[in-house]
Structures are given as C-alpha cells and as structure tokens.
C-alpha cells in the first residue's frame, strides 16, 4: 500500500492517510474498478470523457453500467488543446457527474494542459460539484519527472477534490505484461478511507479475487528500495528523453526536407503519442508507398520512431503532406 | 490448530508449498534474457492455453483434434467464473438462472448475485444424514428447471463437502442437463485432488464431452500447481462446432478486454514451463500426488484417532470424501465447542480443511470432537 501512496508523496492526503488504495490488474483494472466503485456508490451514473480518448474508455465504463458523454478537448486547427471549449463544456456539465482527465501524456494526442490550465480545470469542476477521476498511465514518462507528470493529481487533492486515481506501472516501468496498477480514492477522514478500502475489496472480490503478486513484488521492490529507486528514476528519465528526442529529431527532419507546414505541435505534443494532423488519405499513402504504419487518425507512436528510421520517416511524411 | 484455511495447501509442518517444479520454472524464467515483458494477447499465453485444454479434456480428446474446444487464460478458478457469468449474462440466449450446488463455495452465490442479470438458484447436493449425493433429489430439481437454464456442477473434490456424484450419479446428472438442454459450467479448482490422478478427475468433463455437450469449464491453477497469488487459470469453451467454439472466444475476449485488457505473464509461464517442459512436467505431477497423498494420510490418521478414542459416530466419510476439505457432519454447536473451548478453527458448517490434521495433532483433534459430541449433546 504505501509504495502507491509515494507517488502523492508529501500531500496532505498521505500523511493524514486519507488515502484508500489497492493493487489492480494494471490501468484497465484499476479503470474497471472505479468504474464499478462509481456505479454501486456514487449519485450519478454517467462519466465524461475528453473527445478523443484511449479507446477502451468507453466499453469499461459502458460495461460498468455507466452512460458515457463527453466534452471538448483537441482543436485539430490547433492541434493542441481546445482550452476554451474544455472549459465552457465542463461547466455545463451537470452537477455531480464524473469527470474523467488523463493525467499527463494525454492517450492518444499527446496534449496537455500547462499547470495555469490545470488550475483553472480544477476552479471549473469544483463549481460542477464533479466526481473526478484521473488517469495516469504515464507519469514520469511524459517529460521525464515523475513530479512534474503529477502537478494535476496534486493539485487537484491539494483544491480538495476527493479524486479517484487510476495508476498504470505498464509503461512508467515497463511491466505491461505484468499487469501491475492501482487505484486510490482519496477520502475525507482516516475512517472514511478505511471504509474505502473495505468497499473496494467488496467490489474487487466477485470480480478475480486478488490480484496477481509477482506484478506487486516487482514493482513494490523497485520503488521501496532507494537504490533502485534512484535507477529507476533515471531510467523513466531515459526513456522520456528518447522521446523527445525523436520528436525533435523528426520536426527537424521535415523542415530539411524542406515542408512548408508548420510542425510545432510534433514537439508541443507530449508523451507516446502524437497527432500528427495528417488526413486518412495522406495516411493511406504512407502506408501503402512508404511502408509506415499509423492509425488513420493520423496518431503516430514516437516509440516506433529511432534513429535509424527518423530520416525516412520524414521523408515519407514531407512527400504525402507537401 | 488452523483447519479453516480455505482451499490452500499445507505441509505436514503446517507451512506453505512452493512446488519444486515452480522454484525451478522461476529460475529458468528469471535468467532467460530472451523473454520480456510484452503484453500478452487477451487470451493470454497460448502455450499455457493449449496445454491445459489437454490436461483437462485429455492429450488424444477428439474434442480438441475437431477443433471445438477454445481456451483462455485467466486470474485463476475466480477469473474465469467471472468471465463466464459475464458471458452468460451478456451473450447467452438461454434462460439466465444459474442452478449451484447447496452447499457450494460461498464466492459463487457472491458473484452471481453481483450481476444483475443472473439469478442465483439452488439444487440439492447433499444429503447430511447418509452423508452422500442426493443424486435423485439433484436431478428432480434440474428436471424442473426452466430448459436452456445454465447449472454449475463441481468437477471432483466438491467444495465443501469433498463428496463427489459416482460414475452413475454422473451419468444421470449428464442425461437431464441433456434433456433440459441446460448449460453447463464445470468449477475445476482441484484436478488431481481428489484420486491423485488428473486424468481419473477429469472423467466427468470428458464424459460430458463424449456425449457431444456444450459446456465451459473454469480452471484454477492455484491449489494444483501451488501457484495461489500468481492467479493462473483458464476458461474453456467446448462447443457443439469449430465456428461456435471460435464465435464465443472471441466474445469472451471482447468481455475481458473491458476488465483488464490482457492477464499477467509471469505465473502463466510458470504454469506453461510445469506443463510443457518434460522434466518439469514429470515433477510437477509427482508433485499433485504428493499433495493427494498428504491429505489422504491426514484423512488416514484422523479415522483411525476418532475409532480409537472412541468417539460416537460413523467416521467412514473421512475416508470417502475426496480433496481438501471434509464434511465432518458437526453440528454448529459442536462445532462452536471445537473453536472456543479446543482451539481447532473451522468453518461452523463442520467443513474442516484435512490439511489443519498431522499425525501428532489428530489425537487431539479426535479427543476434541469427542468432547464436542458430548458437551454440545448436553447443551
């Protein structure tokens, strides 16, 4: 329990352990948990989501028995984030809803809101009176700090929202197949989290039982020991920056092929995604011509991107865009 | 003296069992550089899949050579009662009550009740006075049930009260669900449990197959493997076609990708190595019978300590039962006497986990419920 507890380290909702947690079966279980938590327990039964979102979203919190909506997010003239429009439809979304928000390393723009944002969405949900739920399958792994990927997560605690937190290990670790995750909610008093946790268990038993150990052990041995910590947190870092590189590698690759577009958002954008902006059509052509495989929508993962193909990469990309 | 423990595997010192075969699985999978940490498919290693479908249905089943049988793997016997009761109640046709045994492991009226859907009903299993399969009693129930009604049957070593149907009962048992056209679901948490022979437990589900049913079958490999909080199990799905076989695969996946997406690596390797490497597979069933034998010796040593001291009763059915846990036929009185007065823990529905009993504590085990016998009486 407490190497969950870590990552909202120094917040006032550790040290006074206003905080229920368990070990999920990675993101998606903990997803599912807070989805059949927000079913069985909470006022509301429909949950918003940014438009877009991770695709699985949906159907976790459909099956939950949950009615998804949604609210403005991307501008795709912008290719960033559609602040005004967020707001203006958070605050029309009715009160006590759920509200789901993606950390950091929004899946699957890559666009995140500055802190200013953030503290304004804060302002804007608490008048809603909204549930909020937040994803963090990234942190650490969008600019390389673990603090920094988590100002949303404290700074909503620290504003009094009671969050629900649903933690993924999969990619700020590299377990994925592991299936190492947690979900917390933060509660008001030390008792009503342990009223929490009881519930959650109730919630968790009919469901698998328990979760898988090794997955726990693994992580749980990384984040309590210092020096692995302290490996781990350089790690993170290197990963992070392999990214950013290669985001900074391929804007500059398209502006020595000469693109006239402007390509900032390749490197505004943040985390393992990217929206490229290009159309279907010009998509089709890349795969077809140049042998790059991308989603439609024009997502591309930075993952897939090296050294030794970012060149080609932007080749390809400055012939179906030009 | 602890013989509440719920399905988990003691030695005769009391303490838990690592399977050698899994100590060595783990090195073998810890200095493999060549394996990483990638997701698994939604149906999860396809290795571990196949070769528990064969354990369960046998290595020749025509079942599996035509191509009916699909598998998935799952967190543990848990998990894949999960999925199919979302299966149940999402895909299937049929009526949506769910007959179980009475008594059954308590999490199954839990997580059928969870599900909105479904209704939890009951057949009679157990007859507490010839301390047997009320096969009759069973099948008259399932007679009247609603037809394509959905009925859970325990595989071998029934839980909890270690008395499973004979060859006829199931014979009977198969020829009503067939009749009713119910939909069956084998809970097989422990294969090799109840005769030490994993193909001898199995014979219910391959009776079943060989009379051309369609059933599922949710397997644990947590008390058979010793692998508990590595959560390693798998749903199967016999169906009357290949297309029908591959349709509900597929929409067993869809189900789990919205709970967890893809389930753990690390103990399905570990089940995979055990089951598939030669060397280990041998071990690992040394292994299983080993754990039979165990409890048989417990079994052993508490009916010789209860005719011993004497103590009023026929004590045959501690020998008759099968698996882990004995139907001891205490009332819950005597049985409040055991834990208060005695310090012998068990559930007060007089089940007692055989593993709780070694050779140097069943004297006093059998002295207590001869005290619990009569002190109970006088109350």
């Given at each position: 329990k407490q190497w969950y507890q870590r990552r909202v380290r120094d917040s006032v909702a550790v040290t006074e352990n206003l905080v229920a947690s368990t070990q999920t079966i990675s993101g998606t279980g903990a997803l599912r948990i807070g989805g059949e938590f927000i079913k069985k327990f909470h006022s509301s039964e429909t949950i918003y989501l940014p438009t877009p979102s991770w695709g699985n979203h949906t159907p976790i919190f459909r099956d939950s028995g949950l009615e998804v909506k949604s609210y403005t997010y991307y501008k795709k003239d912008t290719k960033g984030l559609d602040f005004q429009g967020m707001l203006s439809d958070i605050s029309q979304i009715e009160e006590g809803a759920t509200i789901l928000l993606h950390a950091c390393a929004h899946n699957p723009t890559g666009v995140d809101p500055s802190p200013e944002q953030w503290n304004e969405i804060s302002q804007v949900v608490k008048s809603r009176n909204l549930l909020v739920l937040i994803d963090m399958a990234y942190q650490g792994f969008a600019s390389g700090n673990l603090e920094k990927d988590a100002y949303a997560v404290r700074k909503f605690t620290e504003d009094g929202h009671r969050i629900l937190l649903a933690q993924s290990f999969a990619k700020n670790m590299g377990v994925y197949g592991e299936r190492c995750g947690a979900f917390s909610i933060v509660g008001e008093s030390e008792s009503e989290a342990a009223a929490l946790e009881s519930q959650i268990k109730i919630v968790v038993r009919p469901m698998y039982s328990s979760p898988a150990l090794h997955a726990a052990r693994l992580v749980g041995t990384v984040l309590n020991d210092p020096a692995l910590y302290a490996q781990w947190l350089v790690d993170v870092k290197g990963m992070a920056d392999r990214i950013i590189s290669m985001r900074e590698a391929l804007k500059s690759g398209l502006e020595k092929e000469g693109s006239e577009h402007n390509w900032d958002h390749l490197v505004n954008q943040i985390g393992m995604f990217c929206f490229t902006g290009m159309t279907p059509e010009q998509v089709a052509r890349l795969t077809e011509e140049f042998s790059v495989y991308l989603t439609k929508d024009g997502r591309i993962s930075v993952a897939g991107v090296s050294s030794r193909n970012v060149e080609y990469l932007a080749h390809a990309m400055h012939t179906v865009t030009k | 003296?602890?013989?509440?423990?719920?399905?988990?595997?003691?030695?005769?010192?009391?303490?838990?069992?690592?399977?050698?075969?899994?100590?060595?699985?783990?090195?073998?999978?810890?200095?493999?550089?060549?394996?990483?940490?990638?997701?698994?498919?939604?149906?999860?290693?396809?290795?571990?899949?196949?070769?528990?479908?064969?354990?369960?249905?046998?290595?020749?089943?025509?079942?599996?050579?035509?191509?009916?049988?699909?598998?998935?793997?799952?967190?543990?016997?848990?998990?894949?009662?999960?999925?199919?009761?979302?299966?149940?109640?999402?895909?299937?046709?049929?009526?949506?009550?769910?007959?179980?045994?009475?008594?059954?492991?308590?999490?199954?009226?839990?997580?059928?009740?969870?599900?909105?859907?479904?209704?939890?009903?009951?057949?009679?299993?157990?007859?507490?006075?010839?301390?047997?399969?009320?096969?009759?009693?069973?099948?008259?129930?399932?007679?009247?049930?609603?037809?394509?009604?959905?009925?859970?049957?325990?595989?071998?070593?029934?839980?909890?009260?270690?008395?499973?149907?004979?060859?006829?009962?199931?014979?009977?048992?198969?020829?009503?669900?067939?009749?009713?056209?119910?939909?069956?679901?084998?809970?097989?948490?422990?294969?090799?449990?109840?005769?030490?022979?994993?193909?001898?437990?199995?014979?219910?589900?391959?009776?079943?197959?060989?009379?051309?049913?369609?059933?599922?079958?949710?397997?644990?490999?947590?008390?058979?493997?010793?692998?508990?909080?590595?959560?390693?199990?798998?749903?199967?799905?016999?169906?009357?076609?290949?297309?029908?076989?591959?349709?509900?695969?597929?929409?067993?996946?869809?189900?789990?990708?919205?709970?967890?997406?893809?389930?753990?690596?690390?103990?399905?390797?570990?089940?995979?190595?055990?089951?598939?490497?030669?060397?280990?597979?041998?071990?690992?069933?040394?292994?299983?019978?080993?754990?039979?034998?165990?409890?048989?010796?417990?079994?052993?040593?508490?009916?010789?300590?209860?005719?011993?001291?004497?103590?009023?009763?026929?004590?045959?059915?501690?020998?008759?039962?099968?698996?882990?846990?004995?139907?001891?036929?205490?009332?819950?009185?005597?049985?409040?006497?055991?834990?208060?007065?005695?310090?012998?823990?068990?559930?007060?529905?007089?089940?007692?986990?055989?593993?709780?009993?070694?050779?140097?504590?069943?004297?006093?085990?059998?002295?207590?419920?001869?005290?619990?016998?009569?002190?109970a009486k006088e109350n």
């Open positions: - | 003296i602890n013989a509440e423990y719920g399905g988990a595997y003691r030695t005769e010192a009391g303490k838990p069992w690592v399977l050698p075969c899994v100590r060595q699985a783990e090195s073998i999978l810890a200095s493999d550089e060549t394996i990483n940490k990638e997701y698994l498919s939604m149906s999860g290693l396809q290795s571990l899949c196949d070769a528990a479908m064969r354990l369960v249905l046998g290595e020749s089943s025509p079942v599996i050579q035509e191509d009916r049988a699909v598998a998935l793997q799952t967190l543990s016997g848990t998990g894949a009662l999960y999925i199919c009761f979302q299966f149940v109640d999402q895909f299937y046709g049929g009526c949506k009550d769910i007959y179980v045994s009475d008594p059954s492991w308590g999490n199954h009226k839990l997580m059928i009740d969870r599900i909105p859907g479904l209704n939890f009903k009951q057949y009679p299993y157990y007859n507490s006075e010839t301390m047997t399969v009320d096969v009759d009693a069973m099948c008259r129930t399932l007679d009247g049930a609603a037809e394509g009604s959905v009925v859970l049957l325990h595989a071998c070593a029934h839980n909890p009260t270690g008395i499973d149907p004979s060859r006829n009962d199931w014979e009977k048992i198969a020829a009503v669900c067939q009749k009713k056209n119910l939909l069956v679901i084998f809970d097989l948490a422990y294969l090799g449990y109840a005769s030490g022979d994993y193909n001898e437990d199995a014979w219910s589900i391959r009776y079943f197959a060989d009379l051309g049913m369609e059933f599922f079958v949710c397997q644990s490999f947590a008390k058979i493997m010793g692998l508990y909080s590595e959560r390693v199990g798998a749903l199967h799905f016999v169906g009357a076609t290949s297309e029908i076989a591959h349709k509900c695969l597929s929409q067993m996946k869809i189900i789990v990708r919205s709970i967890y997406s893809n389930p753990p690596s690390h103990g399905a390797r570990i089940a995979s190595l055990c089951l598939n490497n030669r060397d280990l597979r041998i071990e690992w069933e040394d292994c299983l019978k080993e754990m039979h034998a165990r409890i048989r010796r417990a079994r052993t040593y508490l009916h010789t300590a209860l005719k011993m001291a004497n103590v009023p009763g026929n004590w045959d059915h501690i020998l008759s039962q099968n698996g882990m846990f004995s139907y001891t036929g205490l009332t819950k009185a005597q049985c409040e006497v055991l834990i208060e007065k005695h310090h012998i823990y068990l559930l007060k529905s007089g089940r007692i986990s055989m593993c709780g009993v070694t050779e140097s504590n069943a004297k006093y085990v059998a002295e207590s419920f001869k005290d619990a016998i009569e002190t």
